[in-house]
C-alpha cells in the first residue's frame, strides 16, 4: 500500500536518540533548547517554543497573545480540528470564513463582512502547504486592529514573497507529527518576535512556573519554583528534539523532493481528465507541499469521492481526506449562524482527496499512484463504455 504519508527518518535520527536514551536527560534539556534555537535561526525569528504538539503550541499561542471569553477569532472551516478547538478551550468562539475553490485557502475577500466588534484575531491555515496572501491578512489586521496568529501546521519551509512563513503572524504554530515536512514523532513549535508572547507562553507550557522571577521561597538554583498561573505540561522533551535536530538540518533537501515529486503530479495529472491540483496562488511563493490535494469533478463521473478513494484502496494506493470541513462537524454546526455562507467549502469537501506525497516516495510511486487515479477516473466517467456496462450490471471494466 502506498500510504498518504511517510516520515523520512534516517540514521542520523535513529543514532542521535540512542544517544540521548544513553544520556539520561529524556525530557526537556538542552536538546530541545538546541532545536529551538536552530528553528528560530533558520526562520530568522526571535524566538521558538517546542511543545509536546502542534495543538499545545497553537493551545499556547492563542493564550499568550491574549484570547480570552467573549472573543471571536476568524477562521477557516478547512482545517484540522486543534484550530477551533483550542479556540474554545480558550472561551473564545470560532468564526468561519468560507475558502477559495481553487487554492481552499481561507478567502481573505470574505474576511471584512465577518468581523465584529468581538473580533480579536485571524486565524489562517496555510492548507497544504501553500502560504494564504499574507500581504493581504496584514492589511486586514491592520485595519481592523486584529491580532494575527497563524496555523503553519502544513507549512514549514514556505515562504511568501521571499520572507519565511512564521514570520508574519504575531504568534505562528508549526506542527511536527509524522506526516508533516519535519517530525518529531508527536511536537509542534511556537515561533514568535514578541518578547511578551513568548514569556507568557514558555510559562503556560509548564504549569505556570514563573522561572524568571526570583524565587518567594529561597535563592536562586535551591530549586524552589513559583506557580503564578494554571498552567500546562506541553513541555517539549530532548526525546523529541534528538529527531527535530536532524529533521531540521534536512528539511529543505526533504521540502525539495516534495516539490519534484509534485511537479512530476502535476505534470502526469495534466493527461488525467475530472481531476484538478490544487491551483497556484499568483503572488510570489514557495510552496511546503505537505499535502498534493486533488479535487474532482463530481458532475462528470458517476461515482463518489468516497467511492474513488475506497477503489483506490483496493489498487494498493491509500489517499487521505484533508478535512472534514469544521462547520459539519456536530461540535461545530449549532455554532454556525448560515452554513451557505461556507458553500464553498461545504463544496469542496465532496470533492477532495489527498494523494500520497513524502520525501522518500519514488518517481515510479508517483506513476503508479497516477495511473490508478486514472483508472478509477476512466471506470467512472460518465458516458464512458465502462461506466454504461457498470450500470448495466456489466461489474468491473
Ligand atoms: C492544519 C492543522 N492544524 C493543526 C494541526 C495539529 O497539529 P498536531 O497534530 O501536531 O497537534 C494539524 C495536524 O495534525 C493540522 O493539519
Known sequence: MIPYARPSVGDAEIAEVEACLRSGWLSTGPRAQRFERELAASLGVKHALGASSGTAALHLAVLAAGIGPGDEVITTPMTWVST?????????????????????????????EAVTPRTKALLPVHFAGQPCDEDALATLAKEHGLLLIEDAAHALGASFRGKPIGTFGDA??????????????????LVTDSDAIAARAQRLRFHGIDQNAESRFGGRGAGAYDVVEAGFKY??????????????????????????????????????????????ASYPHVNAWHLMVVQLELEALT??????????????????????????QTLYRPMVDDPSKLAVATDAFQRILSLPLYPDMTDADVATVVDALAGVVRRHTRGSASAASRRAGGGAA
Request: glycine share 8%.
Open 84 to 112: 477551533a478547538n483550542v479556540l474554545l478551550h480558550a472561551g473564545a468562539r470560532p468564526v468561519f470564513v468560507d475558502i477559495e475553490p481553487g487554492t481552499l485557502n481561507i478567502d481573505c475577500r470574505r474576511i471584512p
Open 172 to 189: 505562528t504554530m508549526f506542527s511536527f507529527h509524522p506526516a508533516k515536512n519535519l517530525t518529531t514523532g508527536e511536537g509542534g513549535a
Open 303 to 328: 461515482a463518489t469521492r468516497d467511492q474513488v478513494i475506497s477503489e483506490l484502496k483496493e489498487k494498493g494506493v491509500a489517499p487521505g481526506l484533508h478535512f472534514v470541513p469544521l462547520h459539519l
Open 235 to 280: 513541555n517539549f522533551t530532548d526525546l523529541q528534539a534528538a529527531i527535530g535536530l536532524h529533521q531540521l538540518a534536512r528539511l529543505g533537501e526533504m521540502n525539495a523532493r516534495r516539490a519534484q515529486l509534485a511537479d512530476q503530479y502535476l505534470a502526469q495529472l495534466a493527461d488525467v481528465p475530472h481531476v484538478t491540483p490544487l491551483e497556484r
